[in-house]
């Protein structure tokens, strides 16, 4: 339990960096959600089931969902740009 | 492992900030800020811990065991629900930058260009770096 710990710390830090890093939002999707469940993991580690249990539910699935719903009605928009690139005419 | 929490925070917070002021893409933004909120959940987390101590559920242990913080566990599942409000509400302010200006760079929406036509009115220069938020418009 000594090692697991910090770890998990180390992890989560890592994860999260790894969601600012990733430029393009469509695969930062994926970076934030699996950052979530990093967390989860660590509030486990860290005897809080119950915020582990509510991380699972909402950093890991319901905010990566509304930032592709939000991903796919900016797409939709303009079928020709990206949002990712941000060019405009 | 007593300043391992505190260094995670500080450096989930630093690299959130460094990710919003180095953001390119408004919804890459708000991500960067889910991670400054992760921060906060880790900070108050380890604030409560304490070593060898159970979860607070005390329905197989007895009254009296040393058991973790309740009070931190509740300040962050309140923490994570306002998180994800406050994410759905910056994704839909971030949609309607894009439909009244037709991008989501914040470099972009400094005064530099005249103002398009395509359906806005505002666009003057008072509000023009702020893209007309929250301001109620009545459609025509």
Known sequence: MSVVLPLLFLLSAASGTLVVLVREPRRQVFALSANGLVLALLFTGLQAPDVALSEIAVGTVAVPLIVLVALGAVRTDRPGQDAGSGENV | ?140
Request: proline residues 10%.
């Open chain 2, 1 to 140: 492992m007593s300043l391992l929490p505190y260094a995670t925070a500080a450096w989930l917070l630093g690299i959130g900030l460094y990710g919003i002021v180095t953001s390119r893409n408004y919804i890459h933004l708000i991500g960067c800020l889910a991670v400054c909120q992760s921060a906060t959940y880790v900070l108050l987390l380890g604030i409560g811990y304490r070593r060898d101590a159970i979860a607070p559920i005390f329905y197989d242990h007895p009254p009296g065991t040393p058991a973790v913080d309740p009070v931190m566990q509740a300040l962050v599942l309140t923490d994570i629900v306002v998180g994800a409000t406050l994410t759905a509400l910056l994704l839909v302010l971030a949609l309607q930058v894009f439909k009244r200006r037709g991008t989501l760079d914040p470099q972009k929406l400094k005064p530099m260009h005249p103002p398009s036509n395509a359906g806005t009115r505002d666009a003057g220069p008072r509000e023009a770096g702020f893209a007309g938020e929250a301001r109620p418009e009545p459609q025509p």
